[in-house]
């Protein structure tokens, strides 16, 4: 498959699982869609912390 053909797959992907707009899809990062993607195709209840993430959390805690 060409990058382009992945990509519209993709896309189409997040259209059906996420509700996504091709906009939605062509701006967001691969990081971000990884990220979401991983959630929202999750079986466990609590979705894993990347370690990038994981260390924003502790650089800029909530509380």
Avoid at 20 to 40: H, K, M, Q
Wanted: aromatic share 10%.
């Amino acid at each position: 498959m060409t990058f382009a053909e992945h990509a519209a797959r993709l896309g189409g992907h997040c259209a059906w699982i996420l509700g996504w707009r091709p906009a939605d899809f062509w701006n967001a990062t691969p990081l971000e869609l990884s990220g979401i993607l991983d959630v929202a195709t999750s079986t466990c209840t609590v979705p894993s912390v990347s370690a990038e993430l994981q260390k924003l959390m502790e650089l800029f805690p909530d509380g």
